[in-house]
């Protein structure tokens, strides 16, 4: 069974532009969470999806958005890029809506913003 | 709000000793804890958990228990390897999964 895949795996941009990362979920899993992984910060919860409804969000500004299409598929996308947007973008699927927190992981989508 | 503290690393120890990585945390209520690990270029992967007061998690020779009474909820291997070199984090699942900030292990033959 295939886990979860995200693209791109690597990423450089520039200051003020924008970017979408995407995550596929494990096949028949319909919950899916982004985190933000930097060596300062560590893991922050960025937003959780399921059935394409934005469930909970974390403490980041407007730029930072998401969304969940109908094949549980998820894209997060980062506008007007700042340099402390640098990280590493990890994707999380989980069975269904009750979430316990058993979470899959992806490899997740390194960000460079120059 | 909630929140987890895990002892800061890098923990380095040579293969066959005993580990233990400290976790305590802050929450309402009952939250189910866990333990993640990252091997290098890897995501997080789902070590163990415990979902009450008193229970222990146990996966791949590791061991943690839910300790109420001191909030924590400490990692410890009896035997580590050089294969066990990874980062540690804590987490606990109240409202939304919320993660240390983790512990580097680096285990030397």
């Known amino acids: 069974k295939a886990g979860v895949t995200q693209t791109p795996r690597y990423l450089i941009k520039t200051r003020g532009q924008q970017v979408t990362l995407s995550c596929s979920p494990i096949s028949g899993h319909r919950s899916v969470s982004w985190y933000q992984q930097t060596p300062g910060q560590g893991l922050q919860f960025l937003f959780e999806?399921?059935?394409?409804?934005?469930?909970n969000k974390g403490n980041f500004p407007g730029r930072f958005s998401g969304r969940q299409f109908s094949n549980s598929r998820s894209e997060m996308n980062v506008s007007t890029l700042e340099l402390g947007d640098s990280a590493l973008y990890l994707c999380a699927s989980s069975l269904d809506q009750t979430n316990t927190g058993e979470l899959f992981f992806g490899e997740g989508s390194r960000l460079t913003v120059l | 709000g909630d929140s987890v503290t895990q002892m800061e690393g890098p923990v380095t120890l040579s293969e066959e000793a005993f580990l233990t990585i400290n976790c305590t945390y802050t929450a309402t209520g009952y939250p189910s804890l866990f333990w993640y690990v990252q091997y290098p270029g890897e995501g997080l992967q789902l070590l163990l958990k415990?979902?009450?007061?008193?229970d222990k998690g146990s996966n791949k020779g590791f061991e943690a228990t839910y300790r109420k009474e001191t909030t924590s909820f400490h990692l410890e291997k009896g035997s580590v390897q050089v294969s066990d070199s990874a980062v540690y984090f804590c987490?606990?699942?109240?409202?939304?999964?919320?993660f240390g900030t983790g512990t580097r292990l680096q285990v030397f033959p």
């Open positions: 999806y399921f059935s394409e409804t934005q469930r």
């Open positions: 415990a979902t009450k007061a008193d």
């Open positions: 987490a606990l699942k109240g409202v939304k999964l919320i």
